[in-house]
């Protein structure tokens, strides 16, 4: 029964094209069909499909939805087979990924009027082979009922994350999941340095309730008021405040923009229509989907932003967003699986024994206030000092032969490294559970001297 | 003798093939990069040390095992009041508690552990009125609790449907003969019943523990690194994270779990749990006081409002507007519903041919097995068993990888499509990874019924097939149908292994529309929506069927035997 609603549309499906062919439109050229593998959710992609269908009536567009990191997988498991015309996600490094294993094919865009760079960040893949279509940069949202219930302030920047008051109440998804999230955390370790970057999300971190394993784990969470604030991407903060959801979103000073892209599959079974995807989404027309209240994103035609609603934050007119930090791609990617590892170990599973000393810190911290203490001050600095000390230094980070061991593939059966990650993970494990422990113990320590 | 074991033989040759092309060969192309040295390619088991030697793995593995075991116990304690009563005593509306008590099994992914948080999180409604009442929170789901808690509630329909059938089969003449010698209440259960009926326990409980020890969705939903199976997903999926640990993870889970299916196999051993007549025999149903059967009421009402909780938080959602911190949604809409009805109608009807297929495939299979297994002497019928029940313990995500790389370059001739990306690719997976449930409710079905009664009908003259088709399978009939049920009921809503193998719009489930839904602020209501229509689809099905298995006991009771065997 199914073959046969299949082969009765192929039947309409060639009937179309059979009309289209007839009528002497431009729309002959392009194929009747158009697959493209995303990461984004129906609210994007049906709202940009209806409206490319609508200036292309001859195109099908077919959207598939993965999670980014599974249809990374799912290109590179099939490209021997393709069956995809284009890649559609947000992450920039997991274009990079796929350019890696030379899965995309180069495309040049023919609409004019797209600048070269967004903050500090340039818009398209300097090869030429993935294109931003719009930008993102990452921020604080928060759930303004949680947080009068709790008589919470609204934080302006990343170090308020990390008071004493915010204990328990924020919430963020780990880097190795969430490639954006990944950007947020390298943007501040270039900002402020290897060791102070890293004390600082510690700090941050001690303050979690949680670490998200997707992504949308945070606003949702923010959302349903699970806990109050969240570490966010900012179309996440502004699509749910455009839902109804009492929550709020606004940009620290030290944040980056990065775009969100596409990219031509190669061996694009249709890629006439690809291409026409690709012009429609750059178009005017195309960008100004994106001011659309369920997306939410920051178009890369800076013209689009006279059409935004009042409060549309417009990088290219408020220079504080998004331009304190300038990005090195290339360091960035040097060390990105260490910065991932290093946040996975430290963080993420080693949760329940960081809060336990940041709390800890925290409790003899205020019982010091106002007194003085040398002992305990001493105490409570090397207890700090534990909590912030780190397995390895910036240098070790970015050494080629070290981050060998954290890559993904062996190209050839004769490529040899040396060490094994999971080896080197425990080592690093090891070392911080054992600071965790000292340090909350010494911060008990200094508590009860006063 | 020897010619009986030909057809066997046929039919458990055709299964192994079919187990060995879409179970093991995929299988193996995934987890052999766990015997892979990472720097050399060569073969190893430098990467199992490594897993033993590390902490947090060793961490991990005590909460998977803690959980699992938690998971177990508050399970029994959801189902055994439920199945003892409603199966042995005049109880109003025990289809209805029956039906309501399998629908948690049916939790689409997300929404559940959503509606969970919704409902007993930190801010959830329960603790926001305790808080503002008396001034405290109780932390149901803080860490390992919130995991044990939504599996339990989750999983424990498992026990239910494999108790329910068994204490259905016991020879009632047994109970009589026990009340006969003055035993009652408890004694009689701890006695009597419960041992009896223990194929069927044990069948469920093992399974519940299987899957809490594999299940993913639970603990990542939740937020639960430090356990087995998430710690393999997360390794697995992570771009550019290309130590094998996840895959060794992978084989460890597996082994595990045969380890403990060999363990339930060892203590159901040497004991024969089968009686001669089946339930319709003997002493009927019995009455409870009154006073009894309010007290009965009560704790069954408690336990199915606990249970259902995921489904009433849902509910609200499906039909709530703004729900953040606060007992109850804003306001009500049915806005949601008609935003489901208008574009997502063809999940349903995806979701209807792919499960029904699938636990179609399942019961049928599980039947052969449980044959092949316990009542022939073919060598090596052990395995079939053993490689069946191993689908369970292998997590979606490697079995959906493995069929990607071992099908995507063979062209299905008529269609001309990769099998990977043919939808029948989803069915198969299905029906795979679904195949344990209706395995052990067809071989607790089948430990059940007396071989006497098969030899009776082969002296009279039956042949080896007409004996199974006319005798076995009709006495396995409530465990084939409990089968059916919870392959259709799971695989309607499961989602791991399909994300992966789902290559066009048009092709995708009910679980894979929810998921999609569920990844944006605005879709939390349609993906709720969607969500209850899973479980009202599912619910109707199961319902039904439990009609049938009642009608097929009424047919059964002597009266009527007689009076159609005339």
């Known amino acids: ?450 | 003798m020897q010619r009986g074991q030909w057809g066997p033989g046929a039919v458990a040759l055709s299964i192994g093939l079919f187990l060995f092309v879409f179970l093991l060969v995929p299988v193996a192309q995934v987890i052999y990069v766990a015997f892979q040295d990472p720097n050399t390619g060569a073969l190893t088991l430098i990467n199992f040390i490594d897993f033993f030697n590390t902490s947090l793995f060793q961490e991990s593995f005590v909460n998977s095992l803690y959980v699992a075991v938690m998971s177990v116990v508050l399970a029994s304690a959801f189902a055994m009041p439920l199945a003892y009563f409603t199966t042995r005593f005049n109880f109003g509306g025990a289809i209805l508690i029956q039906t309501l008590g399998i629908v948690p099994l049916i939790m689409p992914p997300f929404v559940g552990a959503v509606a969970m948080l919704l409902l007993f999180g930190e801010n959830g409604s329960v603790n926001l009125i305790i808080d503002e009442w008396f001034g405290f929170t109780i932390p149901f789901m803080e860490g390992l609790n919130g995991v044990i808690l939504v599996e339990s509630v989750h999983y424990f329909p498992f026990i239910l449907i494999n108790l329910s059938a068994a204490l259905n089969n016991i020879d009632r003449a047994m109970e009589e003969s026990a009340q006969n010698l003055g035993a009652s209440g408890m004694r009689l259960f701890r006695r009597i019943v419960f041992p009896l009926a223990m194929p069927g326990y044990v069948a469920g409980a093992s399974l519940v523990f299987l899957k809490v020890f594999d299940d993913l969705a639970t603990p990542l939903l939740l937020n639960i690194n430090t356990m087995l199976a998430p710690q393999a997903y997360l390794r697995i999926t992570s771009i550019g994270i290309g130590d094998p640990m996840g895959y060794v993870i992978s084989v460890i889970l597996v082994a595990f779990s045969l380890l403990s299916l060999w363990v339930s196999f060892l203590a159901l051993r040497g004991k024969d749990y089968a009686t001669a007549q089946k339930g319709g025999g003997g002493l009927m149903k019995r009455d409870l006081k009154a006073w009894e059967k309010i007290g009965c009421y009560a704790v069954v009402i408690l336990i199915l409002l606990l249970v259902l909780s995921p489904h009433i938080g849902l509910a609200l959602l499906s039909f709530g507007t703004v729900w953040s911190f606060s007992v109850l949604p804003d306001a009500f809409t049915f806005a949601h519903y008609e935003s489901v009805f208008s574009t997502a109608t063809q999940y349903i009807s995806n979701t209807l041919l792919y499960a029904g297929l699938a636990a179609t495939i399942d019961v049928v299979f599980a039947t052969a097995i449980a044959y092949v297994v316990w009542r022939t002497k073919l060598v090596g019928r052990q395995w079939l068993d053993f490689i069946a029940m191993g689908a369970v313990a292998i997590p979606g995500v490697v079995l959906g990888i493995g069929y990607l790389r071992t099908f995507v370059e063979f062209n299905v001739p008529i269609v001309d499509k990769p099998l990977a990306s043919w939808w029948v690719i989803i069915v198969i997976a299905l029906a795979i990874r679904r195949l344990p449930y209706a395995l052990r409710a067809c071989v607790a079905a089948l430990q059940q019924v007396s071989v006497a009664l098969e030899e009776a009908a082969e002296n009279l003259g039956a042949t080896k097939r007409r004996t199974v088709l006319r005798i076995v399978v009709p006495l396995m009939s409530g465990g084939i149908v409990a089968g059916f049920v919870t392959s259709f009921a799971t695989a309607a809503v499961e989602l791991s292994a399909t994300i992966m193998l789902v290559s066009a719009q048009s092709d995708a489930p009910l679980a894979y529309g929810i998921y999609e839904f569920m990844q944006a602020a605005a879709g939390r209501g349609p993906g709720a929506a969607l969500g209850i229509v899973a479980v009202l689809i599912v619910g109707i099905a199961t319902y039904v069927s439990h009609r049938i298995i009642e009608r097929k006991e009424i047919e059964r009771t002597p009266e009527v035997a007689l009076s159609t065997g005339a």
Do not use: C
Request: glycine share 6%; aromatic share 10%; charged share 25%.
């Open chain 1, 1 to 450: 029964m199914r073959t046969m609603f299949r082969r009765r549309s192929i039947i309409i499906g060639a009937a179309l094209t059979a009309v289209l062919f007839a009528a002497p439109y431009q729309a002959r050229a392009l194929e009747n069909k158009l697959v493209i593998v995303t990461s984004y959710p129906p609210d994007t992609t049906v709202t940009v499909k209806k409206a490319f269908e609508a200036k292309h009536p001859g195109v099908k567009v077919e959207m598939l939805k993965k999670k980014t990191t599974a249809g990374i997988k799912y290109l590179q498991e099939t490209s021997g087979n393709n069956t995809s015309d284009m890649f559609w996600a947000s992450a920039p490094d997991a274009f990079e990924v796929l350019k890696g294993d030379s899965l995309l094919q180069k495309y040049q865009v023919k609409v004019t009027g797209i600048p070269e760079k967004i903050g500090a960040f340039p818009i398209n893949d300097p090869d030429g082979y993935y294109k931003g279509f719009a930008a993102s940069g990452y921020g604080i949202m928060w759930n303004s009922r949680y947080l009068k219930a709790k008589k919470l302030p609204v934080p302006k920047k990343w170090a308020d994350l990390s008071k004493p008051i915010y204990h328990g109440h924020v919430g963020m998804s780990a880097p190795s999941r969430s490639g954006t999230t990944h950007l947020t955390v390298e943007t501040l370790l270039q900002g402020e340095g290897w060791e102070k970057g890293w004390a600082m999300w510690k700090s941050i971190a001690g303050n979690f309730k949680t670490v998200t394993e997707r992504s949308f784990g945070v606003p949702d969470g923010v959302n349903s008021g699970q806990f109050g604030l969240g570490i966010v991407i900012d179309f996440f903060g502004l699509s749910s405040k455009a839902s109804g959801f009492p929550v709020d979103f606004l940009y620290p000073p030290v944040t980056t923009l990065v775009p969100a892209n596409i990219a031509i599959v190669k061996n694009a079974p249709h890629p006439k229509a690809a291409a026409a995807f690709i012009e429609f989404l750059l178009s005017p027309a195309g960008q100004e989907v994106l001011l659309n209240p369920k997306i939410r994103r920051l178009p890369v035609n800076p013209v689009t932003y006279a059409k935004a609603p009042k409060g549309f934050p417009n990088p290219f007119k408020d220079k504080s967003i998004g331009a304190a930090v300038k990005f090195d791609l290339q360091r960035s990617k040097e060390r990105y699986n260490v910065v991932n590892s290093l946040f996975d170990v430290m963080i993420t599973y080693r949760m329940k024994d960081l809060r336990a000393a940041t709390k800890a810190i925290q409790t003899a911290e205020a019982k010091l206030n106002g007194k003085s203490n040398a002992a305990a001050r001493k105490l409570i600095d090397e207890a700090k000092a534990l909590v912030a000390k780190m397995p390895i230094d910036a240098a070790k980070a970015g050494q080629k032969d070290f981050n060998k061991i954290f890559k993904k593939k062996r190209k050839k059966a004769t490529t040899k490294v040396t060490g094994r990650q999971a080896e080197v993970e425990q080592t690093w494990d090891a070392m911080v559970k054992a600071n965790y422990a000292k340090a909350e113990e010494l911060a008990n320590k200094a508590a009860s001297m006063l």
